[in-house]
């Protein structure tokens, strides 16, 4: 009597299916852990190759500015160092498709792809195993960008303004600050406003505190705006309030005009670092929306990158799932300058793509979150389609 015929194995995802043929493999696996960390590990290498070369960008512009004021060498470091988590979060996308695309290219140049394939993995099930480790960093990334990169670019551009200006300085929560002789103005919001060849500095909720020669508080006055015309400063909604002895008054005028040699360029390049909107954090973002729509000012910028911040998961998932399917064709073959060139294509491609739509949102004031929906699900259809046809 011989033995029973040997049955032979299933691919990995057929011995995991239950009853009704749907597949059970719990996630993760062996398999999915390689793939995984194949992922992480080349993600990781080109992030300190991009960061490394940003950073180093970065240094030699700042060098420029070494020497003005106190600002010095140490200084300038310093400074690059602060912003490095802010530079991180910025460049993850980037860094994750082409990252994605060199491990996967790798895997499929060693045939480790096609002896997955042959096991039974489907391309769901790799492109899972990619996605997975993608979606953790992204919110790592997303912390990041709401905590650690706002901090460190808020604390880099107070210490370069207080170095290079001693009458100057910026605060992380109570705005700006500058000095004019015994005058000590501090503004909660301000902007750039141009009108043909006409450009004009604007400080909004402006408070201005003049001392006496012993040390003494004189006044205070409150200022709804201040502009810097040619003619010198425009004050308008001006509060202010003596303090003389033991009495106190108080004025109220629409207009008043002040004689003050304050630098208003100096004020507008440290402005535009404290209010940069492209790196503050969602909820300084929405405070700003918020402000901006209660005094009736324009808060489209603010707008624009707050829903960026919202969208930055759903970009770096749709950059990824449209560049995984090369990986079953046309990484096979070639080098890693071919992985990186199509990574820096789909990259580029798609902030182009997305720049566009939040330009044209701009200019005929439709909804951000339409002009950011709209490149990730063309980027999506294409992945779509590109897995069908490599099925085919």
């Known amino acids: 009597m011989g033995l029973p015929a040997r049955r032979p194995h299933a691919p990995a995802e057929g011995r995991a299916r239950g009853q009704g043929g749907r597949v059970m493999a719990p996630f993760p696996k062996i398999h999915d852990l390689y793939v995984s960390r194949m992922v992480v590990m080349t993600v990781l290498l080109t992030w300190t190759v991009l960061v490394g070369l940003d950073v180093v960008n970065a240094m030699i512009s700042e060098f420029g500015d070494v020497g003005k004021g106190n600002y010095g060498l140490l200084d300038a470091v310093t400074y690059i160092v602060y912003t490095i988590p802010r530079r991180a979060y910025t460049m993850f996308p980037t860094v994750a498709v082409i990252g994605a695309l060199m491990a996967l290219g790798q895997l499929a140049a060693s045939s480790e792809l096609t002896a997955l394939r042959a ?29 650690l990169g706002p901090w460190g670019q808020r604390s880099a551009d107070g210490m370069k303004t207080a170095a290079k200006s001693k009458d100057m300085a910026v605060a992380q929560f109570s705005g700006l600050w500058a000095r004019e002789g015994d005058i000590f103005l501090n503004a909660q919001n301000g902007q750039e406003h141009a009108d043909g060849k006409d450009t004009w500095l604007e400080l909004d909720d ?101 829903w960026g911040r919202w969208f930055y998961p759903l970009n770096v998932l749709a950059l990824c799932l449209a560049a995984i399917p090369f990986a079953f064709g046309t990484l096979r073959s070639g080098g890693a300058g071919k992985r990186l060139f199509i990574g820096i294509v789909f990259a580029l491609g798609f902030w182009l793509l997305q720049m566009q739509f939040v330009k044209l949102a701009g200019v005929y004031r439709f909804d951000y979150r339409i002009a950011y929906l709209m490149p990730p699900v063309v980027m999506l259809g294409v992945s779509a389609w590109l897995f069908r ?4």
């Open 206 to 306: 402006v408070r201005l505190f003049e001392f006496a020669d012993d040390g003494r508080l004189e006044s205070i006055a409150r200022v709804a705006t201040a502009e810097h015309r040619k003619s010198g400063w425009l004050l308008r909604g001006v509060k202010r309030t003596y303090f003389e002895g033991n009495s106190v008054t108080q004025t109220e005028v629409m207009e008043e005009h002040w004689t003050s040699q304050l630098d208003a360029a100096a004020l507008a390049a440290s402005a535009s670092n404290l209010w940069r909107p492209r790196y503050m954090s969602a909820r300084d973002l929405r405070d700003g929306i918020n402000y901006r729509k209660r005094n009736g000012l324009d808060a489209s910028e603010f707008e624009e990158h707050y």
């Open 389 to 392: 046809r490599r099925s085919g």
């Open 119 to 147: 096991l039974g993995l489907s391309r769901r099930r790799l492109s899972l195993s990619v996605a997975a480790p993608l979606l953790v960093l992204t919110a790592l990334m997303m912390v990041n960008g709401e905590t």
